[in-house]
């Protein structure tokens, strides 16, 4: 079974505890009352918030394969994900009344109901399909880091169906066929270090006659994790595998930018007194603070956000500076000048709101690569291959490094938040966006921003 369908199982799984829910709340509130005419009239209101329900699951990370293995990250994110859910509903029949129906203690065992069957079902399917059959018994031929953190993530994970069987870091052409014929090897993922060797790819291509399936490693690295594996990147991937994007797409994500935008900028009118007292009664400085950042093909942009920390000897200018230190931008000395309402502006993002003057202007996205600053940017283009790539779009508010926590606060943090901007240039499409639209939700109400 894929991993996508494994996926699919836990949303019709969701959706029949949810129905199921429903009956046994009604059955618990009504008693002998209850009937199935009854049960149907509850039914067809109920559908409307399933749909809300299952994408406030999806947001939550509830059918990402890799969160399930994490007994308490999952029954974390589940609970947030019933509450949410739960108070969306309460607010769904209030606005809209259903003349047939008095939902409200209906709500609350629902709520209940479900919890309780939802999580009881979960951990089974969950522990079906770890003691199952692996999908693809695995050799990997291969050396590196990404090679040994696949290894490492497929091994903790095997609710995800893959099973590494076999690792080689030197191929032998007298041992490779009892290899896969002793371990009932599927696949073979091969790094592209050893593809460039013909004799390799020649004893390879006979493994593949025998019925071996024979798989990029680089390519199956994304599938699993969504990024890209720097190990294997040289000016011929980024020739071959970044496309450049239709007129459509652009057009369609430059309009969605200026719409949101102008929707934002409402908000912003609404929000601005409130945010400035705030921030006035939490700190001495100015309110906006602007600054210069690494744009599109590296131009110098000037951005412009809410100050969330306390000036430093009474000036804009060094506060401007130390806002995000260049170099080191998780430092504690910066962290610990955080004033309170600061740390809710960028917990819920709300300190990023006046960008969309640079959205506006065209300088930014809501959705690509981090905006960077120019020292770090500078500094990281020295210490990382490839870096500069990250400036070949624009970049954006929020965006596939940024949802998946990755922030330049170390060279290794750099790296990791590379890979998953590489993976959003190779994969961009309005399809990614929204996922990401959808993803950023989720940071904006768990508060967890940065």
């Known amino acids: 079974m894929q991993s996508k369908s494994k996926q699919l199982f836990f949303l019709i799984f969701d959706i029949f505890c949810f129905y199921l829910a429903l009956f046994v709340s009604l059955a618990i509130r009504l ?9 149907l009239l509850h ?121 590494i069987k076999i690792h080689i870091e030197a191929f032998n052409e ?10 009932n090897i599927d696949t073979m993922l091969v790094t592209s270090e050893f593809r460039r060797d013909k004799n390799l790819s020649q004893h390879i291509y006979k493994q593949m006659l025998l019925g071996v399936d024979v798989l990029s490693f680089a390519e199956f690295y994304e599938n699993v994790f969504g990024k890209i594996p720097l190990d294997a990147l040289e000016e011929s991937w980024f020739l071959e595998k970044i496309i ?5 797409y652009l057009f369609v994500k430059r309009l969605a930018d200026i719409i949101l935008s102008l929707a ?17 009664l939490s700190s001495w400085g100015s309110v906006i603070f602007s600054q210069e950042r690494v744009g599109l093909r590296e131009k110098v942009i000037t951005i412009y956000k809410f100050r969330t920390m306390r000036s430093l000897k009474n000036t ?15 430092s504690s000395q910066n962290l610990s000048r955080v004033f309170w309402f600061g740390k809710f502006l960028r917990k819920t993002r709300l300190d990023e709101l006046p960008q969309i003057i640079n959205v506006l202007k065209g300088e930014l996205s809501f959705i690509g690569p981090r905006v960077e600053y120019i020292n770090l940017h500078n500094h990281l283009n020295k210490e990382i291959s490839y870096y500069q790539i990250g400036t070949i779009i624009k970049p954006g508010l929020t965006g596939w490094a940024q949802i998946h926590g990755k922030n330049s606060n170390t060279i290794k943090d750099a790296k990791e938040r590379l890979a998953y901007d590489i993976y959003y240039i190779k994969n961009r499409s309005l399809a990614l966006d929204l996922i990401i639209a959808l993803k950023t939700l989720k940071t904006i109400f768990t508060f967890s921003g940065v």
């Open 264 to 280: 934002l900028f409402v908000v912003l009118i609404v929000l601005f007194p409130i945010i400035v007292l705030l921030i006035k």
């Open 244 to 248: 450049p994007k239709n007129g459509f």
């Open 316 to 330: 804009e200018a060094k506060d401007s500076l130390f806002e995000g230190n260049e170099l080191n931008l998780g």
């Open 43 to 163: 039914a067809a209101p109920f559908t409307t918030i399933v749909i809300f329900w299952v994408l406030i699951f999806y947001i939550a990370g509830l059918y990402d394969l890799k969160n399930l293995s994490k007994k308490f990250l999952h029954f974390k994110l589940f609970i947030s994900a019933i509450l949410l859910s739960s108070v969306f509903s309460v607010m769904y029949f209030y606005v809209v009344k259903v003349p047939s129906i008095t939902p409200k203690t209906i709500l609350v065992l629902f709520g209940i109901s479900f919890a309780i069957i939802d999580f009881i079902l979960r951990q089974y399917l969950l522990k079906s399909f770890i003691s199952a059959q692996p999908i693809l018994n695995i050799l990997i031929l291969g050396r590196g880091s990404n090679v040994k953190e696949l290894v490492d993530f497929l091994g903790e994970n095997p609710q995800l169906g893959f099973k």
């Open 31 to 39: 008693r002998g009352n209850f009937t199935a005419y009854i049960y």
């Open 174 to 183: 007298n041992e490779i066929e009892g290899l896969i014929k002793n371990n």
